[in-house]
């Protein structure tokens, strides 16, 4: 580069070399960071959603939010992702999230229907075949659990296994033939499809004794040939890359129930304290250890038959080593919440607000009724569920009075929600005045018997076994009535 002296008029020769320097050095910087940033890659990310649940959508990488984004009118969204690192990432839209795998200069789009999220998910663009292949070893996946629940539990271990081995024959055979067509892959990305494989017939072995015990109706669990878990020597418990992979996580949420299944034979343990002592033992990665220990907690909470000892147990080894700030903090509440409301004691009366702005207590409403109170939940998509689980309910448990309070959402939506899901507005309430023990963050539900006495002071609506826990109550209630 040549600089003009002329440029400089008067100034001394000294100061002229010196600026000249200057320049020269700068315009040096000015080149390499031009050039920097023509090589900087980059990866595109987007797509159209059909039947939206929501305004935005989320991406994650190693399940830590990256980014977001809102809708277009036309339900369209891009992200452009700067300097991406190559591998697994994830979009979250309303209460479905699906994994995507980039690269550098990857421009993929997508098109789902959120009727069928994972059904309908096609993608487009460059990276696609890579991805399609992904959802379409997902959504395979997805559709052999019921087979494998109604019909292969129910072999014995010899066939189990033939079985195994034949989708394992049918799906190599595919990535085969995909490995000839699709060449713009890496070994990070061969390595990420054959786990997609593997780890669900993994995961299903792993199910393999308790589920057989259950399906087969056995006493025990059964007693499997040395081999039939050689699998797990190719396993890699503590894979980082692999950590939020569905098939990876959940081959560890079964390996683990395994182990807690084995133990609660062996010595009579609670699943539950086991499930998160053998987390503590097997998990290394920080996270997914602390998303096992809150799994764990939640189903200690949720179980009233416990010892006091089994309780005061399950909560130490989570608050001893959950290093999770936010779920530390949810998991006091509920416990907080559980020890105000003991079962067996009077449920605190409430001063109410109904729909049409008047007031009520709450001793008055349920008066004479077995009644489930419940909180609702506070975003669009979980009240869009909520509400056709409690109209279900409604409907089947007539004999049940079921109330609910607000405490989270604003009242001009609440009361948009309760129209347009057709809620039965009489029995839908704000908090006249603030209620520490229903502040929480989660829509919990709890039961309470025709004398005001709670029952159940932690379940919630959506609960596998809360029609269960209903029908208890009810026939708990004819046969004092009888005695």
């Known amino acids: ?50 039947n939206p649940k929501s305004k935005l959508v989320y991406l994650y990488k190693d399940s830590k939010l990256i980014d977001s984004t809102e809708l277009s009118r036309s339900a369209k969204f891009s992200f452009n992702i700067k300097g991406p690192d190559l591998g697994l990432y994830s979009f979250k839209h309303g209460f479905h999230s699906q994994a995507i795998y980039l690269e550098p200069n990857d421009s993929l789009l997508m098109r789902l229907n959120t009727w069928d999220f994972n059904g309908s998910l096609m993608f487009s663009g460059k990276g696609a075949g890579r991805n399609n292949f992904l959802i379409n070893l997902y959504v395979q996946n997805a559709k052999s659990q019921n087979v494998f629940n109604t019909k292969y539990y129910r ?19 595919l990535f085969t033939q995909f490995k000839s067509e699709v060449k713009d892959r890496s070994p990070e990305f061969d390595k990420l499809a054959e786990a997609a494989i593997l780890y669900p017939l993994y995961e299903k072995k792993e199910a ?19 081999v039939f878990y050689d699998f797990r020597k190719n396993v890699e418990i503590n894979n980082e890359k692999l950590a939020y992979f569905y098939p990876h996580f959940d081959y560890v949420q079964m390996y683990l129930y395994h182990k807690s299944f084995e133990q609660e034979e062996k010595d009579s343990s609670y699943f539950w304290v086991s499930y998160m002592e053998n987390a503590l033992k097997e998990l290394k990665i920080e996270s997914v250890k602390n998303d096992i220990l ?46 105000k409301l003991k079962k067996g004691s009077l449920i605190p009366n409430l001063s109410l607000t109904a729909t049409d702005g008047s007031t009520t207590q709450l001793y008055d409403l349920i008066k004479g009724h077995h009644t489930a109170l419940y909180t609702w939940p506070d975003n669009d998509i ?94 708990d209630a004819k046969m004092a009535k009888s005695n």
């Not at 050095?25 to 990866?43: H, N, P, R």
């Not at 399906?215 to 669990?221: A, I, S, T």
């Open 155 to 173: 072999l014995n271990e010899s066939a189990f296994e033939s079985i195994i081995d034949s989708i394992y024959q049918v799906k190599s055979l």
């Open 382 to 475: 979980a009240i869009e569920n909520f509400a056709k689980r409690l109209n279900y309910l409604e409907k089947h448990y007539p004999n049940f009075l079921f109330i609910g309070v607000n405490t989270k959402n604003k009242k001009q939506d609440w009361l948009k929600h309760i129209k347009q899901k057709g809620i039965n507005a009489d029995h839908q309430f704000m908090l006249s005045q603030p209620s520490d023990w229903l502040l929480i963050d989660f829509p919990i539900a709890i039961l309470i018997d025709k004398d005001n006495i709670i029952q159940n002071n932690m379940t919630l609506l959506a609960y596998t076994r809360f029609e269960k826990q209903l029908r208890s109550l009810s026939k």
């Open 208 to 226: 393999y004794a308790f589920k057989a015990k259950r399906k087969q109706g056995l006493d025990k669990l059964p007693k499997l040939s040395p």
């Open 294 to 339: 809150r799994e764990g907690i939640w189903g200690v909470l949720m179980n009233h038959d416990l010892t006091n000892n089994e309780r005061d147990k399950a909560q130490r080894l989570f608050f001893d080593h959950c290093t999770d700030s936010v779920f530390v903090q949810q998991i006091s509440n509920l416990i907080r919440t559980s020890n």
């Open 1 to 50: 580069m040549f600089v003009s002296l002329t440029l400089f008029g008067d100034l001394p020769l000294k100061r002229i070399l010196l600026m000249r320097i200057l320049i020269l050095i700068f315009a040096g910087l000015l080149t390499v960071s031009c050039s920097e940033k023509s090589q900087q890659k980059t990866a595109y990310f987007g797509g159209q959603i059909l």
